[in-house]
């Protein structure tokens, strides 16, 4: 069993920062793949980025185009927490975002059927 905590949401002017944080108990941060979606009104959750556990144990991670120079994904084993900090925000970056945990191995990163347990998620809203 793992649970997900997220907090950090919240609202900003279009270009401003946020940094979303995702505590987990029951496991440690390191031994699963962390992986944070979104999901505006009326849209499907889509992925956003994840920290991806590989079978030798070393880790990479990954990023929709939309994001990819504007947000980072990190964990700090220290404080069992996930991270993504959000940079240069857009009005279309508003939705829930979520994390999630996949305990298993090789999943695809980016579906959300691949993880097992979700937090409830902390609501970005980004103004123009």
């Known amino acids: 069993q793992v649970q997900l905590v997220e907090s950090g949401g919240g609202l900003v002017q279009a270009g401003g920062s946020l940094r979303l944080s995702c505590a987990a108990s029951?496991?440690?941060?390191?031994?699963?793949?962390m992986g944070w979606f979104r999901q505006a009104p009326g849209m499907e959750r889509e992925f956003v980025a994840a920290?991806?556990?590989?079978?030798?144990?070393?880790?990479?991670?990954e990023y929709t185009d939309s994001v990819k120079g504007r947000f980072t994904i990190s964990r700090d084993n220290a404080k069992n927490t996930g991270y993504l900090q959000m940079n240069s925000l857009k009005p279309e970056d508003t939705a829930v975002y979520y994390c999630?945990?996949?305990?298993?191995?090789?999943?695809?990163?980016?579906?959300?059927?691949?993880?097992?347990?979700w937090g409830q998620g902390t609501q970005v809203t980004v103004s123009s």
């Open positions: 999630a945990a996949d305990l298993s191995w090789g999943a695809p990163s980016r579906l959300v059927s691949t993880y097992e347990y």
């Open positions: 920290i991806i556990r590989s079978s030798s144990f070393t880790y990479y991670t």
């Open positions: 029951g496991r440690t941060v390191s031994s699963f793949t």
